[in-house]
């Protein structure tokens, strides 16, 4: 089976009952909803928009979220934004662990009801409460958000996908009420690069993907984008980087592998190098932010 195959696979297996589920409820909840949340990962805007939620909410009003944008190329993040609202969605960058955006993005909420809440004034309606749907795919932070946005540390958060599990609704003041969402991904994925993006962020389970295919893929995204990354974390020599960096072949990324799992320890009886562990070392390190800030999916403006 190729990687593609595989990778396609994981899209079907991705979507149990629940999820079909959720989208339904999504589509009946929106009779209730004046603006539609989307929150995002700065390292993958794209990947990490699930294609239906367009479809299923075109006619309510929407606000885009960037979060995680403390693990993203801040410069990027900026054209992301841009990009967004060249095509007139308000967009916002957050990073949830710092409430960085957050009062920026109740001004827009506010900002985008203007007119609403002038003609309820009009008509006698004060203090009409403003409804909020977030959604976003599992691992994408949602949980944070909310707990910032709100001032709760109740919501279970962690760095896995699916955390939420029911539907909830929460007050944040500011005659605001959030609908929160379980994360729902959709039935397949239209490409292997996105299936990958997903896996890189922990979106996808580890044990549904083999972990040393995720990390290989992921530092050949690596040694051609972030160089000096890689040479600053594992401390390579530069002429090393190079080296490998020149070479076409897949074999040398099997050799920076091992290089980075010798100076991490990774070494099982023998002196043969651990690839799980090694592999867990350079996933656990992109997704902790300790590579730095690195986006997966770059845009020119």
């Given amino acids: 089976m190729s990687n593609e195959e595989k990778l396609t696979k994981v899209g079907i297996n991705w979507y149990p009952g629940h999820m079909a589920k959720t989208k339904k409820d ?31 909410t075109k006619n309510k009003k929407r606000i885009i979220i960037l979060n995680k944008s403390d693990l993203a190329d801040e410069q990027q993040t900026k054209l992301w934004k841009k990009h967004f609202e060249i095509n007139n969605i308000p967009t916002v960058i957050t990073d949830s662990n710092s409430g960085k955006g957050i009062k920026e993005f109740i001004k827009i909420v506010d900002k985008n009801m203007e007119n609403e809440i002038f003609q309820n004034k009009q008509k006698g309606r004060i203090g009409k409460v403003t409804r909020l749907l977030v959604l976003g795919i599992p691992n994408v932070g949602k949980s944070s958000f909310i707990n910032r946005i709100s001032k709760r540390t109740t919501m279970k958060v962690g760095n896995k996908p699916g955390v939420t ?55 050949k995204f690596l040694l051609n984008d972030y160089t000096e990354t890689i040479e600053s974390r594992y401390k390579i020599p530069k002429q090393i980087i190079n080296e490998l960096k020149n070479e076409e072949k897949n074999e040398k990324i099997l050799e920076l592998m091992q290089i980075i799992g010798r100076k991490r320890g990774a070494i099982v009886s023998g002196g043969e190098i651990d690839y799980e562990k090694t592999a867990s070392i350079i996933l656990d390190d992109f997704r902790n932010g300790k590579l730095g800030r690195i986006t997966i999916e770059k845009i020119k403006l």
Avoid: C, M
Avoid at 45 to 55: A, F, L, V
Avoid at 165 to 170: D, F, G, H, T, V
């Fill in 26 to 56: 999504i589509i009946e909840d929106l009779k209730l909803i004046d603006i539609v949340v989307e929150i995002l990962d700065s390292r993958i805007p794209i990947s990490s928009q699930n294609p239906s939620i367009k479809e299923i």
């Fill in 165 to 219: 599990k029911k539907k909830q609704w929460i007050h944040v003041g500011n005659n605001i009420e959030l609908l929160d969402t379980p994360g729902v991904l959709w039935p397949k994925f239209e490409s292997e690069e996105v299936a990958l993006n997903l896996s890189y962020t922990g979106t996808i389970r580890d044990d549904i993907l083999q972990k040393t295919e995720i990390a290989f893929y992921l530092l």
